[in-house]
């Protein structure tokens, strides 16, 4: 059965790669993954957010990329180092810190993609996400972080587990299987989507055979970062379901359903 998080209205389905920071946003200092980021991909008629946690030293998971703040502050600092209130501080003129639960009740009409950048983010992401799953997608490129994550959702004793993306040795599992015409039923076990590049350096991830396996046992594909109109349109012909776009506003003039 499909899970909620994919309902069957809503098909390419437009992913707004840490929210969308538009020519005008950037201009003022708008930063990704951040509350004016969401809101101008919701503003942009977005219904998914793909984003990503870390920790802070206080043990709140919030809604930033990077294991440290250098590339968006010049700040060398790991991002568990550094206190809450200080990165609300750091964040406050550029869009605004989000914690997880403060995205999920600031944006109740959005769908979370949430990528778990860190294993310390897993048992605390338990009691946040468990209210939530039906419109939650917990992904990592770590395996062992999104059944971690999973397995602390369920600890809560919710009865609906969030939809989940596989990890990397999942992706090349099914790759491999597929190529070979194996089942990748084990493989694909509690997957929902897989996310993934169209290419990683000169191996092609998506292929024919891949897009086929996972449609056969009802798991989506989407690819990401897909950010020319072109390509969005070639890839949906080609029936993936899914894009992760750095720009979601035009994406969704390109490829949404009107």
């Known amino acids: 059965m499909t899970h909620p998080f994919f309902p069957s209205s809503i098909h ?69 180092t550094v ?9 406050a003129d550029h869009g605004g810190l989000l914690t997880v639960a403060e995205a999920l009740s600031s944006f109740p009409e959005l769908r979370f993609n949430i990528d778990v950048k860190t294993a310390a983010a897993t048992t605390l992401l ?62 694909l076990r509690e997957i929902d989507a897989l996310q993934i590049p169209e290419r990683h350096r000169a191996l092609a991830v998506l292929t024919p055979a891949l897009l086929r396996a996972a ?6 594909v989407h690819v990401w970062t897909v950010n020319e109109p072109e390509d969005m349109k070639r890839l949906v012909s080609a029936g993936v379901d899914g894009l992760v776009s750095d720009r979601a506003d035009v994406a969704v003039a390109t490829v949404a359903p009107q």
């Open 12 to 80: 390419p389905r437009v992913f707004a790669h840490r929210g969308l920071v538009t020519e005008a946003g950037a201009e003022s200092g708008v930063w990704e993954n951040t509350a004016a980021a969401f809101a101008a991909a919701h503003a942009a008629g977005v219904e998914y957010i793909e984003t990503d946690c870390q920790v802070t030293a206080d043990g709140d998971v919030v809604l930033v990329h990077d294991a440290d703040l250098q590339r968006l502050a010049g700040d060398p600092r790991a991002v568990n």
């Open 83 to 91: 206190r809450t209130r200080e990165l609300r501080e750091l964040f």
């Open 126 to 187: 338990g009691p946040v996400l468990a209210p939530h799953t039906h419109r939650v997608l917990v992904t990592s490129f770590s395996d062992g972080n999104r059944r971690a994550t999973v397995e602390a959702v369920r600890r809560t004793g919710v009865s609906l587990r969030p939809a989940t993306s596989g990890g990397s040795r999942t992706i090349a599992a099914l790759r491999t299987l597929s190529s070979l015409h194996l089942s990748p039923a084990r493989a």
């Open 215 to 220: 449609h056969r046992h009802g798991v989506e």
